[in-house]
């Protein structure tokens, strides 16, 4: 049984999301770019702020990357599997691929000097910025992450 | 080369000897479209051997990790054939993006197109 956003977050896990949905995907990047404009659909109908969304789409962005480019090596038979629900307070996601995985703490600090033009850790830098909690699975082929919402949706911080 | 049309994704006005680029796209996400970009721009620098580039991000509300790591592949070019590259017009939340990852320091980045053009 793989463990859901809530059971790592201790979320509470009783209430019921507004949306869920779980799609597999294969290593395409036009099929990742369709499923964030659909979960970017219902984040807007949920009137969720414009830096909320801003947040999700970026880390869903380079999570979806590393699943498809680093993952799954860009092999289109691998499949990307990702659910996610939408509460009143936050956004979830898992997102695991079929690749061998790796060791999120190996990643080489992005903004140390001499790594500056690397092409790594970026992403998860960002990821780790913009949402509430990412967490890796042990094999480290799969995240989950979280974004609770701001309260305040009038102001823009 | 790509197989696919190459349609132009960068506008390029020439202010004195400065080499003005905009942005044809609002989002710079796609792998593709990102590779797509990163080939013009270094283009420019490679093929037509322009040296001081300003870049004018006013029509990008967003843009991905990969596509910082073409910006720096360019300044890195420019640097070498002793060019320069100044960015310009960051929306507030990219430039946060800039900042997260610390190339707000790494890069010359101008708030208006006008004050970048006086950082050559």
Same mark, same amino acid.
């Given at each position: ?7 790592t ?149 | ?19 003005v ?19 013009q721009?270094?283009s ?9 580039? %300003?870049l004018? /991000?006013? !029509? ?5 990790? @990969? #596509? =910082? ?8 070019k420019?640097?070498?054939v ?15 993006v800039?900042?997260?990852?610390? %190339?707000?320091? /790494?890069? !010359? ?5 006008? @004050? #970048? =053009?006086?950082?050559?």
């Amino acid at each position: 049984m793989p463990l859901t956003v809530a059971d790592t977050m201790n979320y509470p896990r009783d209430v019921q999301p507004a949306v869920a949905a779980n799609v597999t995907i294969s290593s395409d990047p036009a099929e990742a770019r369709r499923i964030q404009e659909e979960i970017e659909r219902h984040l807007q109908a949920r009137h969720v702020s414009e830096h909320d969304i801003f947040s999700i789409k970026l880390a869903l962005e380079e999570a979806l990357v590393n699943a498809i480019k680093h993952g799954n090596q860009m092999d289109r038979t691998k499949k990307v599997y990702i659910s996610y629900q939408i509460f009143a307070d936050r956004f979830d996601v898992q997102i695991t691929d079929d690749g061998s995985g790796f060791d999120p703490n190996e990643v080489p600090d992005p903004t140390a000097f001499e790594n500056l033009e690397r092409p790594c850790g970026r992403g998860l830098m960002l990821m780790r910025h913009y949402m509430t909690e990412v967490v890796f699975n042990q094999r480290g082929n799969g995240v989950l992450m979280s974004k609770v919402f701001r309260r305040n949706d009038n102001g823009k911080k | 080369m790509s197989s696919q049309p190459r349609r132009r994704r960068l506008e390029v006005e020439q202010i004195g000897d400065v080499t003005v680029v905009n942005f044809v796209d609002r989002k710079i996400l796609d792998e593709q479209n990102i590779q797509i970009i990163g080939d013009q721009l270094f283009s420019l620098v490679d093929n037509d051997g322009l040296r001081k580039l %300003l870049l004018n /991000f006013g !029509n990008v509300e967003y843009l991905s990790s @990969a #596509a =910082l790591g073409k910006l720096i592949t360019l300044n890195k070019k420019l640097q070498a054939v002793g060019g320069r590259l100044v960015l310009c017009n960051i929306d507030p939340q990219i430039y946060e993006v800039f900042e997260i990852t610390r %190339l707000d320091k /790494f890069f !010359n980045i101008q708030k208006e197109e006008q @004050a #970048a =053009l006086q950082a050559f």
